[in-house]
């Protein structure tokens, strides 16, 4: 890095094994998934991907023609005018308001299958309270690195088990 930095640039704190990390993470569940929905779940999988692809280079190129440290709701209030921005921002304000408790339910009844003991809505708290603490992780990350590097280990079954 370059100490003359200028203030808007982005921090590049994750380390190669961080992404490595994530990558792993990304398709552990593929596996379960074949298994359940059969050889078809490639092709949702390539449909899905490719329409994520699309997606990120009509973002780009917007990005690149009409730059601006706003969120995308700002190129369709610039391009279709404000009533498209200002719907697209509450709908994504409306996503994230359904889908955080929806995941964190989700989290929670998986936690609440690992321990029975402990009640489904404890389980969602603290799902969470995990969520609005992940800002804080930076501390912990070498411990979780360390974590996941054993469950992955082959030499432990580790893929094998997940």
Known sequence: MTAN???????????????????????????????????????????????????????????VAL???????????????????????????????FVIPLEADAAGTLLHGWFPQIAVWVCTIAALCRTALAPCWRPFSPLCFRLWARRLSPSRGGVARS
Not at 27 to 38: D, K, P, R, S, T
Not at 69 to 95: E, H, K, N, Q, V
């Open 5 to 63: 930095r200028s203030s808007d640039a982005l921090a590049q704190n994750l380390k190669p094994r961080h992404v490595r990390m994530l990558s792993i993470a990304g398709v552990l569940g593929a596996g379960h998934a074949i298994a359940e929905a059969g050889p078809a779940v490639l092709l949702a999988y390539a449909a899905a991907g490719a329409l994520v692809v699309l997606i990120m280079r009509m973002l780009a190129e917007m990005a």
């Open 67 to 97: 730059p601006d440290s706003s969120s995308f709701s700002t190129y369709a209030d610039r391009t279709l005018g404000r009533w498209a921005g200002f719907t697209i921002g509450w709908l994504y304000w409306w996503f994230w308001i």
